[in-house]
């Protein structure tokens, strides 16, 4: 059995509030799509000025050390500067990646903002997105979409290619196939990102107060009065599926809740392989030399790694003497050349297959957000969570959570 989860067997990665490899820019609130579950409501037309962006990406020059920037929304795509912001957050010395439903993005569009210095995309396709002409479909029916994108951005090159998408109870089931298709991919899909499905439940079990004035919830966009789903699901869930199809599937580094060491915010795995076999995954001094070694020379954390080197996993086995991932990875190498000779000869590539886990609230109303979350933005000058956004917008800040028998009447 691979090794269980547990802070002491993960390791846990080193981003924070101000050093830390991804940045969250929100350059519009307007989307294309409904997708359920969204944390942020469609205010059409609503875009950022190049003046207010250029602003945001001060704040997170002066606060926040950070390797790439995370281009999202609303759908970044809608925006009539795209190419410009692309530009903007290059020219800083970032890295620019766009997360997009993909519905906007031609092969003219892409090569623009490739020139612009765009470093990759991350598409986001479920099924409960309401996506036209692919209503109905189930997710694996949706790899034929996910395809068309990442043969599209092959086509290109020089650019990573990551999938995220959101996973409900009633999806749960289709996660090994996904991680499954990945492989198949692996030459060109380079991370695929599971994001576990929560809303707030409006049930009567909590109150919600800004200040010391009980707030109506129900404005938000990611409560529901009447939710019959789950929305407990943790990481540790999703790994038991992916161990239904691939037993030795592995994570090695992690970020924790703000109020529980042991929840499994951001949980990473990496794996080597090919189309043919996956020979392994990396262990946590892998995931440990890559960040110090990237820091140490950089002065920030990694994120997206150039696909050059997605492609040349074979350097990766010089690091066996480090990791006993990477060990294991070489001896199944190398015995594949007389137990499975079309795996060896096909060379050897990296993936990544990240779970999210997002806010949890306990029974005491504390809510549990991912310390070191990457997808902090800029709210009036200051850094905050981006999946709460919608709250600083109504409220100006994140309500209290309050269990309802321990209030006090106001």
Known sequence: MANELSPQTLYRLPWNLADNAISWLEPTYTCDMYCDGCYRENRNASHKSLEEIKRELDIFARLRKTDSISI???????????????????????????????????????????????????????????????????????????????????????????????????????????????????????????????IAKLDGIYDYFVGDKKVNFETITYAKEQDFRRTDVRSEDLV????????????????NGTHLAD?????????????????????????????????????????????????????????APFDKGIRQIAKNFFASLFT???????GLFYQTILIIQPIDVLPDGETNMCDGCPDITVWKDRLVWSCRMEEQLIWGQQARVVPRQNNITI
């Open 240 to 255: 038991a599926e992916i161990r239904k199809l691939y037993p030795d599937f592995a994570p090695s580094a992690f970020l």
């Open 72 to 198: 999202a929304g609303g759908e970044p795509l809608t925006h009539p500067k795209i190419v410009e912001i692309v530009r903007m957050i290059k020219k800083r010395g970032w890295k620019p990646v766009i997360n997009t439903n993909g519905q906007k993005l031609t092969e003219e569009l892409l090569l623009q903002l490739k020139d612009a210095g765009l470093w990759g995309f991350t598409f986001h396709i479920d099924s409960f997105q309401n996506r036209p002409h692919w209503k109905g479909k189930n997710e694996i029916e949706l790899n034929e979409l996910r395809l068309h994108y990442a043969k599209m951005v092959a086509k290109v090159g020089g650019l990573t290619c990551s999938f995220n998408a959101t996973v409900y109870p009633e999806t749960i089931q289709y996660v090994p196939a996904l991680v499954k298709w990945a492989q198949e991919h692996i030459d060109i899909v380079h991370i695929f990102v599971f994001i576990i499905y929560r």
């Open 263 to 319: 929840s499994y915010k951001w949980l990473l795995t990496g794996r080597i392989g090919n189309k043919h076999k996956i020979f392994g995954y990396t262990g946590p001094k892998f995931m440990e030399l890559v960040q110090s070694i990237k820091h140490f020379f950089t002065d920030s954390y990694l994120a997206y790694a150039d696909p050059k080197y997605n492609k040349r996993s074979l350097l990766y086995l010089l690091l």
């Open 340 to 346: 499975m000779p079309k795996a060896f000869f096909s």
